[in-house]
């Protein structure tokens, strides 16, 4: 075990690296999800999908928010922290009954995010570029944002 994270810093990359280096949070905005070494130091892989059932990430041209907190309650040491502005910030052990009640609560979430009112399945983008030429990281970003949040970026 390694001392704790006390900051992750963001590195933008197309395809997660099979070996984490800890302190850095790895963000693949083709595949739209992230992924670092756990905070607490244990050295087990963390990986976020960003979706708005999931997590989701905020860039401001130098540090990442990730929302909502990270709770590692299948990891033998069951960190639990949040990702504000590139800095671990630690929060609380849960009991057993709160972290159901989440996974409960997520579940529903999920459920109807993916279900329209009149009960039909919302259609899923394809997560990728087909794009032949290479784009750099902030083009990538703003098609990112263009693709799940239909703004102009």
Not at 53 to 78: A, E, K, L, Y
Not at 110 to 115: F, L, Q, R, T, V
Request: glycine fraction near 8%; hydrophobic fraction near 35%.
């Amino acid at each position: 075990m390694t001392a704790k994270i006390e900051v992750l810093t963001p590195r933008f990359v197309e395809f997660i690296p099979k070996d984490l280096e800890p302190g850095l949070l790895y963000i693949s905005i083709e595949y739209t999800t992230t992924a670092h070494k756990c905070a607490c130091g244990c050295g087990e892989k963390v990986v976020l999908p960003l979706h708005p059932t999931d997590w989701r990430m905020t860039f401001d041209g130098i540090s990442v928010t990730v929302r909502p907190s990270v709770g590692n309650w299948s990891f033998p040491c069951r960190s639990h922290y949040l990702i504000t502005a590139n800095r671990i910030v630690w929060a609380g052990d849960w009991s057993e009954e709160m972290v159901q009640t989440g996974r409960k609560r997520d579940e529903a979430r999920k459920s109807n995010w993916h279900h329209e009112a009149d009960g039909t399945e919302r259609s899923t983008k394809t997560i990728g570029s087909a794009s032949k030429t290479p784009r750099s990281w902030p083009e990538r970003i703003l098609d990112w944002i263009r693709r799940h949040f239909g703004g102009a970026g």
